[in-house]
């Protein structure tokens, strides 16, 4: 996994964790924050299927589980930090139906879904109880949607083409084909979320075409453009399809189930030019959106550099970057960022998403962790 990537070893003698990495890594405490790096005993099993109960270092721990059916949280008597714990106990009811679900939380026989609001429910629990009151919430995720262009295929080995097309769409109309209350508009590949991120506003919001057919400067071509079987994938397309066709690329869209859309995009030969795609960040440092994206070390069949882009003077720029710390890493991402989307264009961002989350009446003392999204339960109290 991409944040245990610089861990060669590690070891414990009482209350001192030595971590012992194979090269610097000021990122390190961004990945610590992360749950999965939740201090447990020493002697916890490990067991393929997970266990049942497990002691925490938090305000809660895992009291019980029933396998596919529930999960529950008690206080945990021995934590003495600054976390609050309102609530006595935190019951999970996992895989519920998504409109049963939200059904029951406008009932209050439920209180919260780890899973937000369906898509097709949105419009409808927004209308009702509005948007960002008391109840039903909608805020931008560390996340970027974007249009990768295959910097391997003829087409978009050019940089001035795969310019163009970042002047020629229109982000306006990518933004609203996402759906009811989709995000914001965006031009640059770090959200809002993201430490080193900086307001660009690089290009028109409504494509700028003249600008874009002069930087063709009379090229012409075909671009096949991979789409999952998604819905909202098909309306985004069609955008593209009219926006590129003024500066005399002809979209070709080629539709596959989405396990089969997700398997093809990562592989290198796959013949695709343009392929839609959605980021999201695993842990909060902009090494995340912009090495992990677009580094040439990154072009592998498990990599997310799903643009082949392998620019050298770039890769040690973002190498550069990953090993500076604190402001100098946020700046130095900052020009990485401004720079890559500039100049090279291999992905054209326009949208950051929104999450929604929609609770119960009786649930207060909402907080809504930041950037990562979702309810902090150990926040949360009843009314």
Do not use: W
């Amino acid at each position: 996994m991409q944040f245990l990537r610089d861990l060669a070893a590690f070891s414990a003698n009482g209350a001192m964790l030595t971590l012992k990495l194979r090269q610097p890594a000021p990122d390190l405490l961004a990945r610590l924050a992360m749950p999965l790096f939740c201090v447990v005993p020493s002697g916890t099993p490990i067991v393929a299927r997970g266990i049942d109960t497990i002691p925490s270092a938090g305000p809660y721990y895992v009291a019980s589980r029933d396998r596919g059916l529930s999960v529950t949280l008690k206080r945990n008597p021995y934590y003495s930090g600054p976390r609050p714990s309102h609530a006595d106990e935190i019951d999970f009811r996992v895989f519920q139906n998504g409109p049963f679900s939200i059904h029951q939380i406008a009932t209050g026989a439920a209180d919260y879904d780890v899973h937000g609001v369906p898509p097709q429910l949105e419009r409808r629990v927004a209308l009702t109880y509005g948007v960002n009151g008391t109840r039903f919430f909608a805020h931008p995720a560390a996340e970027t949607d974007s249009i990768v262009l295959n910097t391997s295929r003829p087409l978009f080995r050019n940089a001035s083409v795969r310019r163009a097309v970042a002047y020629a769409v229109d982000r306006e109309a990518l933004l609203h084909a996402l759906g009811f209350l989709p995000g914001k508009v965006t031009d640059q590949i770090l959200p809002p979320a993201v430490p080193g991120f900086r307001r660009l506003k690089l290009y028109p919001l409504h494509g700028d075409v003249r600008t874009a057919k002069k930087l063709m400067g009379g090229r012409r071509g075909t671009a096949v453009l991979y789409i999952s079987d998604n819905p909202v994938d098909a309306t985004v397309s069609g955008v593209i399809i009219t926006d590129l066709a003024r500066i005399g690329i002809d979209v070709k869209v080629v539709e596959f189930r989405t396990e089969d859309y997700n398997r093809r995009i990562h592989r290198r030969a796959e013949p695709f030019d343009m392929a839609l795609s959605g980021f999201t960040a695993d842990y909060l440092d902009p090494y995340d959106f912009v090495n992990v994206q677009l580094s040439g070390h990154n072009i592998t069949a498990a990599g997310q550099n799903l643009s082949h882009f392998d620019d050298p003077v770039f890769n040690r720029r973002m190498d550069a970057a990953a090993l500076l710390s604190g402001n100098r890493r946020y700046a130095a991402y900052a020009k990485l960022d401004a720079d890559l989307m500039r100049e090279a264009v291999p992905i054209v961002p326009y949208a950051n998403d929104y999450r929604v989350e929609f609770v119960s009446a009786r649930l207060g003392c909402v907080v809504i962790a930041p950037g990562a999204g979702g309810l902090d339960y150990a926040a949360a109290c009843l009314k």
